[in-house]
Nanobody, 126 residues
Framework: VQLQASGGGLVQTGGSLRVSCAASGRTFSSYHMGWFRRAPGKEREFVAGITRSGGSTYYADSAKGRFTISGDNAKNTVYLQMNSLKPEDTAVYYC????????????????????WGKGTLVTVSS
């Protein structure tokens, strides 16, 4: 599967932004999908994830209550709606796909994902 993230940009503190990840190749619904980010000088970290059934969503503590992950199987696209943005949310955001979690246990670590797209830069100005 090929992944392409888009929708990044410059937004003010407190603003909102939605980034998208379009999947091509094998059908999007075959994968668990996640959003990760890498802030300047930091390691890549998990932000949000959604199971391929769409039945379960997962969020990093930093994202809970502000970010929402969703998927549109008809468009082969996963979204990350980000509200109440803060300067510390400034990062390159990446989408990633996982075919199957071992033992059915969702582990959303960067090293555990199978496919990655190129990132999209989100900058939150103070």
């Amino acid at each position: 599967v090929q992944l392409q993230a888009s929708g990044g940009g410059l937004v003010q503190t407190g603003g909102s932004l939605r980034v998208s990840c379009a999947a091509s190749g094998r059908t999007f619904s075959s994968y668990h999908m996640g959003w990760f980010r890498r802030a300047p000088g930091k390691e890549r970290e998990f932000v949000a994830g959604i199971t391929r059934s769409g039945g379960s969503t997962y969020y990093a503590d930093s994202a809970k209550g502000r970010f929402t992950i969703s998927g549109d199987n008809a468009k082969n696209t996963v979204y990350l709606q980000m509200n109440s943005l803060k300067p510390e949310d400034t990062a390159v955001y990446y989408c990633a796909a996982k075919s199957t979690f071992l033992y059915g246990r969702a582990v959303w670590s960067p090293g555990n994902m199978d496919y990655w797209g190129k990132g999209t830069l989100v900058t939150v100005s103070s």
